[in-house]
């Protein structure tokens, strides 16, 4: 008889958490998962898919019900489910996994550093901290996606090291490579044929979309590529305020309403958002750069896609494990030393991420070296694999 697993997980679109929740519900025997939210309606044949909670809620004690509403939910899961592990992702699913009880072996994924999520001295991140300090300890096993998760974890939180596992984010790369072949409806496969570098991830500060807008404005600047486009492939709180902010620069936006649509306006647009896409990979094989000026990454499994399909990267120096992925790196796996920016077999890494303008023109020179200089992973006679 095969073995039950309960999979925890914010969604299953959206970010690298989610995709590899969905990946191991798709490829592990007996899995089902409890979703916070599935508001894409996503659906895996023969799993289960349960959804806590549908609905938001900005206020406070809004807040505090509907997570006690989750709490109650996934309990009631594992009582009736009975699975022999939980598996969860993300520190709302986390903590929910190891409050509740029951569920055979609990194991949870941390795919950021609480130094980097709870930056801001504030009572919520705080709070949350010490919940996951506290709360960790209960897990059969911490898994860290990156070495300096796993040493913080260690150091910082006092989880002991026998508890601590390092697992690095999976990708299918057959399936990956398949999907790039996989055509779009006819807005989506016009953007494909365009000229254009690609942001991946959800539309929040970590990922430091305006940043982006500001070096592609600086890029559109330049008379050699006055029709690139940029590709912000994603969703999350910041939309409305990155569109605005890019109109403020004097770009042309469309975001994903107006791409319903497709009005002469969106065929013109310099920026495109496009939002949750289930396959993004067709857009990210096509793009010129897979461009990510992140602040911080766990490891990035946008990245480990776009390395995957042969897509020149410039990424700012956002994650430990990057040294895991790039190939210029040194016997322990560990980046050599730079000041600015490194040049690597996949593209470039920038270390600065400030907005100056001396910094913006550092990526600005990045990028214009993979999209005019074609470099030698863009040379592909047939595109992308």
């Known amino acids: 008889?095969?073995?039950?697993?309960?999979?925890?997980?914010?969604?299953?679109?959206?970010?690298?958490?989610?995709?590899?929740?969905?990946?191991?519900?798709?490829?592990?025997?007996?899995?089902?998962?409890?979703?916070?939210?599935?508001?894409?309606?996503?659906?895996?044949?023969?799993?289960?898919?349960?959804?806590?909670?549908?609905?938001?809620?900005?206020?406070?004690?809004?807040?505090?019900?509907?997570?006690?509403?989750?709490?109650?939910?996934?309990?009631?899961?594992?009582?009736?489910?009975?699975?022999?592990?939980?598996?969860?992702?993300?520190?709302?699913?986390?903590?929910?996994?190891?409050?509740?009880?029951?569920?055979?072996?609990?194991?949870?994924?941390?795919?950021?550093?609480?130094?980097?999520?709870?930056?801001?001295?504030?009572?919520?991140?705080?709070?949350?901290?010490?919940?996951?300090?506290?709360?960790?300890?209960?897990?059969?096993?911490?898994?860290?996606?990156?070495?300096?998760?796993?040493?913080?974890?260690?150091?910082?939180?006092?989880?002991?090291?026998?508890?601590?596992?390092?697992?690095?984010?999976?990708?299918?790369?057959?399936k990956v490579q398949s999907l790039v072949q996989t055509k779009y409806p006819e807005h989506l496969e016009h953007i494909v044929s365009l000229e254009y570098i690609i942001c991946v991830g959800s539309l929040t500060e970590q990922k430091n979309h305006r940043f982006a807008l500001l070096v592609f404005r600086k890029l559109k600047e330049s008379k050699r590529k006055k029709n690139l486009k940029l590709i912000i492939l994603g969703r999350g709180p910041l939309l409305s305020e990155l569109v605005e902010f890019g109109e403020s620069l004097g770009l042309n936006v469309s975001d994903e309403g107006a791409l319903s649509n497709f009005d002469k306006k969106g065929r013109s647009a310099d920026v495109f958002f496009v939002g949750f896409q289930s396959n993004p990979y067709r857009l990210i094989g096509h793009a010129k750069a897979f461009f990510m000026p992140s602040k911080w990454e766990g490891l990035p499994i946008a990245l480990l896609e776009a390395l995957a399909l042969e897509t020149p990267i410039v990424i700012s120096n956002c994650s430990s494990s990057l040294g895991l992925a790039m190939t210029s790196r040194n016997e322990s796996g560990e980046l050599s030393f730079f000041n600015e920016r490194l040049e690597t077999e996949c593209g470039w890494i920038v270390k600065c991420q400030n907005e100056s303008a001396e910094t913006i023109e550092i990526w600005q020179d990045c990028l214009e070296k993979v999209v005019l200089e074609s470099h030698s992973l863009n040379n592909r006679d047939g595109g992308p694999l």
């Open 1 to 174: 008889m095969t073995d039950r697993v309960l999979i925890l997980c914010n969604s299953l679109s959206g970010g690298g958490a989610e995709a590899v929740a969905r990946e191991m519900l798709e490829n592990i025997a007996g899995a089902a998962c409890v979703l916070f939210e599935n508001d894409d309606d996503i659906y895996v044949p023969g799993k289960k898919i349960w959804t806590a909670s549908s609905k938001g809620s900005r206020s406070v004690g809004g807040k505090i019900l509907i997570n006690f509403w989750r709490l109650l939910f996934i309990q009631f899961i594992k009582f009736k489910y009975r699975p022999k592990f939980t598996i969860s992702h993300l520190e709302g699913p986390n903590f929910a996994n190891l409050v509740t009880i029951n569920g055979g072996k609990r194991f949870v994924f941390v795919h950021n550093a609480f130094s980097h999520s709870y930056r801001e001295p504030n009572f919520p991140n705080a709070l949350k901290r010490f919940l996951g300090g506290a709360l960790y300890k209960r897990a059969s096993k911490v898994i860290g996606v990156s070495p300096f998760i796993c040493e913080e974890l260690e150091k910082n939180e006092r989880i002991s090291k026998q508890k601590i596992l390092f697992l690095p984010n999976p990708i299918n790369v057959s």
